[in-house]
């Protein structure tokens, strides 16, 4: 058995979490991914929230079985509203998102499905095959630790925003959130989230 991979701890230039904007340069990175619309927290939001963690356990169980074991990644979530940078302009009823948890280079789109597939025999809903894997890359972009609720984050997005112009960039978006608590566990003012924007040259 391999020593246990975590990403986290891995690629720390990455998850900066510090209470003043920074820059950060984030390369392309395979995730587990499924995209669903509407207000976070609802119904839906939930199913979809559980049959993302559903498949990254399982499949996790499945790579430590196969002697190459690791760490779950935080959940992340990538959000549009009617624009980029604009997304707290807009009703969250109209936001479309994508909820994410970053996966080591070794998994493969097989492996997402036979996991799916595990999940599927086990609780037959619909939303686990829409569990996929996916990449992305951001390059560029302004970081920033938030504190406190998600409805305050249009706070910490002008900060940010300031520091993007100051130094002759923009922010463009997508909105993007990596979650470092749980909100069933911790109060909404001790919440934190780290806040990232891809940005472009003013």
């Known amino acids: 058995m391999s020593a246990k991979i975590d990403l986290f701890k891995q ?15 984030i390369a392309e990175a395979p995730y587990l991914a499924i995209d669903g619309t509407g207000e976070p927290g609802g119904e839906g939001f939930q199913a979809r929230v559980g049959a993302l ?4 356990y399982t499949m996790k169980f ?13 959940l992340e979530g990538i959000w549009h509203g009617l624009g980029e940078a604009d997304l707290h302009d807009t009703s969250p009823e109209s936001w479309h998102w994508r909820l994410l948890i970053r996966v ?3 998994i493969s789109a097989a492996d997402v499905a036979t996991a799916a597939r595990k ?3 086990k609780q037959g809903r619909a939303e686990i095959l829409d569990v996929r894997l996916d990449s992305l890359e951001e390059g560029r972009c302004a970081q920033m630790l938030h504190v406190g609720p998600y409805d305050r984050e249009p706070e910490t997005v002008a900060v940010m925003a300031d520091f993007a112009e100051s130094e002759g960039f ?3 978006g997508p909105h993007h959130e990596i979650y470092l608590s749980d909100p069933r566990r911790v109060e909404p003012e001790r919440l934190k989230t780290i806040l990232r924007y891809p940005v472009t040259a003013r």
């Open 11 to 25: 690629h720390k230039a990455d998850y900066v979490a510090r209470k003043k904007p920074s820059w950060v340069e």
């Open 53 to 56: 963690m559903a498949v990254a």
């Open 62 to 74: 499945d790579s430590k079985a196969a002697g190459r074991d690791y760490v779950v990644c935080k």
């Open 104 to 106: 080591p280079d070794f």
């Open 119 to 121: 999940v599927m025999d």
């Open 170 to 172: 923009s922010l463009v």
